[in-house]
T-cell receptor
Framework: DQQVKQNSPSLSVQEGRISILNCDYT??????FLWYKKYPAEGPTFLIS?????DKNEDGRFTVFLNKSAKHLSLHIVPSQPGDSAVYFC???????????FGKGTKLTVNP | KAGVTQTPRYLIKTRGQQVTLSCSPI?????VSWYQQTPGQGLQFLFE???????NKGNFPGRFSGRQFSNSRSEMNVSTLELGDSALYLC???????????FGSGTQLSVL
């Protein structure tokens, strides 16, 4: 039972364009969502998060949108840079629990 | 400030053996979590410790166990290793509760 789904295993975009990574969840008890970026042979690095009481959070080139009614969130990267090439994981957490439930990741490739 | 440190980085074991992995959290962080990453399953939660007590546990068999010491350092033990235990084991820490996790680079375990 996969509670957090990233349906696109990979995404390829041109440098300077927008990258949009999508994530769907099934558990309505999730109230906090995070995005992590992972390079090979390194641990995941926190990018940005959003609480369920918000629908948007922005940090520099990264913006996360949350649509609670659709149980969907997305990460927008504008403009995309070659250094953004990595695997991006969506994660969710239920209130009162410190356990993160991760999606299987989307490999983003930004072409120069 | 030093990040989360995991040792060893690589480990090769044979079926039936046991293994102990070590994690030193960021100074001041009292919560330590462990995750297993495999190509097919993504990141899966193993357990979380806070102030030497297991606070959350994932759906892994009893062969997987952990502990946390008074200095917040944590160890994870896997007994009677199986081929399917081959994975990247990630440790993460945070200050207390409800915050983002900081991950180490992981221990790559290969079971032959």
């Amino acid at each position: 039972d996969q509670q957090v789904k990233q349906n696109s295993p990979s995404l390829s975009v041109q440098e300077g364009r927008i990258s949009i990574l999508n994530c769907d969840y099934t558990n309505s008890m999730f109230d906090y969502f995070l995005w992590y970026k992972k390079y090979p042979a390194e641990g995941p690095t926190f990018l940005i998060s959003i609480s369920s009481i918000k629908d948007k959070n922005e940090d520099g080139r990264f913006t996360v949108f949350l649509n609670k009614s659709a149980k969907h969130l997305s990460l927008h990267i504008v403009p995309s840079q070659p250094g953004d090439s990595a695997v991006y994981f969506c994660a969710a957490r239920r209130g009162g629990s410190e356990k993160l439930v991760f999606g299987k990741g989307t490999k983003l490739t930004v072409n120069p | 400030k030093a990040g989360v440190t995991q040792t060893p980085r690589y480990l090769i074991k044979t079926r039936g053996q046991q293994v102990t992995l070590s994690c030193s959290p960021i100074s001041g962080h009292r919560s330590v979590s462990w995750y297993q990453q495999t190509p097919g399953q993504g990141l899966q939660f193993l357990f979380e410790y806070f102030s030497e007590t297991q606070r959350n546990k994932g759906n892994f068999p009893g062969r997987f166990s952990g502990r946390q010491f008074s200095n917040s350092r944590s160890e994870m033990n896997v007994s009677t290793l199986e081929l399917g235990d081959s994975a990247l084991y990630l440790c993460a820490s945070m200050v207390g509760s409800g915050e983002k996790l900081f991950f180490g680079s992981g221990t790559q375990l290969s079971v032959l």
